[in-house]
C-alpha cells in the first residue's frame, strides 16, 4: 500500500491555491476602501452631530470647518488618508458649518457632502446637513 501524495497531486493543489490567492487580495483590499470611507462617513457625521448637540447645550454657536480631506472642531483636526471630501456647496472647499442655539439650527440649505475614496472612485457616502433644522443623515 501507498502512503503519501503524489508529485502531480501536490502540484494540482499548489496551482489551486496559487489561483485562489491571486483572487483575494483585490476583493480584500475594495472591502478594506469601503470599510474607510463609511468610518470616515460616520465620524464627520458624528463631529457634526456632537457640534449640534452642543450648541444646544451650551447655548452658544458651533462651527465645523471642512475641507477636501479632512474638517477641524473646537481645535481638534481630522485628516483623511485616501479619501477626498466634495460638495454641492459653491466655493467648496473650504466650507464652515454653524449650529446656531438654542435649536441647533444652520444658517443655510441642504449642505451635502460626498467622501470618495481615492482608489476606487466608485465608493462613495454622502453626509447630509439637511438645512435649517441641521440635522445629520448619512446615505
Known amino acids: ?11 494540482v493543489v499548489i496551482a489551486i491555491l496559487g489561483v485562489l490567492l491571486a483572487l483575494v487580495p483585490p476583493s480584500y483590499l475594495r472591502w478594506r476602501a469601503q470599510a474607510q470611507v463609511e468610518e470616515a462617513a460616520r465620524s464627520l457625521a458624528w463631529t457634526l452631530q456632537q457640534a449640534r448637540a452642543e450648541a444646544k447645550r451650551t447655548n452658544t454657536a458651533q462651527t465645523v470647518s471642512i475641507t477636501a480631506n479632512g474638517w477641524t472642531y473646537r481645535g481638534s483636526t481630522v485628516t483623511l488618508q485616501n479619501i477626498q471630501i466634495s460638495s454641492n456647496y459653491t466655493g467648496f472647499p473650504p466650507l464652515s458649518v454653524t449650529f446656531n442655539p438654542p435649536y441647533g439650527t444652520t444658517d443655510a440649505p441642504l449642505k451635502k457632502l ?12 454622502s453626509v447630509h446637513v439637511v438645512g435649517v433644522i441641521g440635522k445629520v443623515i448619512v446615505r
Not at 116 to 125: G, I, K, Y
Open 1 to 11: 500500500m501507498r502512503r503519501g501524495f503524489s508529485l502531480l497531486e501536490l502540484l
Open 114 to 125: 460626498t467622501l470618495t475614496h481615492q482608489r476606487f472612485s466608485d465608493l462613495q457616502r
